[in-house]
């Protein structure tokens, strides 16, 4: 009998779908609601177990999940893209089967005692079964362990980011609109060559290029690709104005995206009245509801999780 060994599989979304496959089978998770990450997150720590160092001892593990996965990621070219997913022979033949992940899921549930489960608690719970786990070397354990870290730093944090600022977004929308119409009458000032009159003095000024490059680089655009940026929005919006139409956030993705991470750093002081040990003010407690129901109603969070998740991005804004 000759046995063949089949890798698993190097990409994290698909793994992923494994684990929901399975969770949606066991009775201990029937009752649960796991948040939006619980799954993606285990499945990125999965992954990371399971590739093996090259030649280039510094290469970013983090970006590799990312390649694997399909996703585009700034500084690596396709031709970087196509090395990358280049599979070492030994590549996916070892590391944490979906059932040690499932199984650490499990004991996380078992723990709890509000039949919801974070993120964090399942790291944490992953942290155990590894530590407790007597088949594994003192080694391993250790790499694994920063591979916790790594998916938490490198993947969780940026998507419950993500979700707190566009929930919290939703209570500055005209704010945003606002910025918007301002960013466009900068940069068609700056692409014209000609001043900008200020609404207040009515005096003329030089276009703001330090407003401009902070909203920009917000995305990732670069200083030598800024202008090929504004012109294309320009186009949009003048395409818009052609149709009768008004230009707004929805009208670019990416510049919606920016205006979003620009207005969030100028709001983060509504997150920092979470975590605060004084009782919140009825302006302050409403602004929190609004940000955990939307959270709960279009983020795929429960009342626990969002709470957690909210409490923890003001945590990870106090640190920066």
């Known amino acids: 009998m000759v046995i063949i060994q089949v890798p698993y599989t190097l990409d994290y979304k698909e793994e992923a779908r494994i684990y929901k496959k399975l969770v949606s089978s066991a009775a201990a998770f029937?009752?649960?609601?796991?948040d939006p990450h619980v799954l993606k997150t285990a499945a990125v720590f999965?992954?990371?177990?399971?590739?093996q160092e090259g030649e280039d001892k510094d290469a970013d593990f983090s970006k590799k999940v990312r390649v694997l996965a399909g996703e585009d990621v700034e500084g690596v070219s396709r031709a970087d893209a196509e090395r990358i997913t280049g599979r070492l022979p030994e590549e996916g033949l070892s590391g944490v089967s979906p059932r040690?992940?499932?199984?650490?899921l499990s004991n996380a549930i078992i723990?709890?005692?509000?039949?919801?489960?974070?993120?964090?608690?399942v790291l944490l719970s992953l942290k155990d079964a590894i530590e407790s786990d007597a088949r594994i070397d003192p080694k391993k354990k250790r790499k694994w362990v920063d591979f916790l870290v790594l998916a938490r730093k490198d993947f969780y944090n940026r998507w419950v980011k993500e979700d707190v600022h566009k929930a919290l977004f939703v209570s500055f929308e005209q704010e945003a609109q606002d910025l918007l119409d301002k960013y466009l009458d900068e940069i068609e000032a700056s692409l014209d060559n000609r001043m900008v009159k200020d609404p207040m003095t009515n005096e003329e000024r030089k276009p703001d290029e330090r407003f401009l490059r902070s909203v920009e680089e917000k995305i990732g655009i670069s200083d030598s690709g800024k202008q090929s940026?504004?012109?294309?929005?320009?186009?949009?919006?003048?395409?818009?104005?052609?149709?009768?139409?008004?230009?707004?956030?929805s009208s670019h993705a990416r510049l919606?995206?920016?205006?979003?991470?620009?207005?969030?750093?100028?709001?983060?002081?509504?997150?920092?009245?979470?975590?605060?040990?004084?009782?919140?003010?009825?302006?302050?407690?409403?602004?929190?509801?609004?940000?955990e129901k939307r959270l709960v109603e279009e983020y795929g969070y429960d009342s626990h999780s969002a709470r957690e998740a909210l409490n923890y991005v003001t945590t990870l804004l106090a640190q920066e």
């Open 100 to 104: 040690f992940i499932i199984n650490a």
């Open 111 to 121: 723990q709890s005692d509000k039949n919801s489960l974070t993120t964090m608690e």
């Open 256 to 291: 919606n995206e920016a205006v979003e991470h620009y207005l969030f750093e100028q709001r983060r002081d509504v997150l920092r009245l979470v975590s605060s040990s004084a009782r919140p003010d009825e302006e302050a407690r409403n602004k929190i509801s609004v940000v």
């Open 229 to 249: 940026f504004r012109q294309e929005v320009v186009r949009k919006a003048m395409g818009a104005f052609k149709r009768g139409e008004k230009f707004a956030l």
């Open 30 to 34: 029937r009752q649960a609601h796991l």
């Open 46 to 51: 999965g992954t990371l177990t399971r590739l």
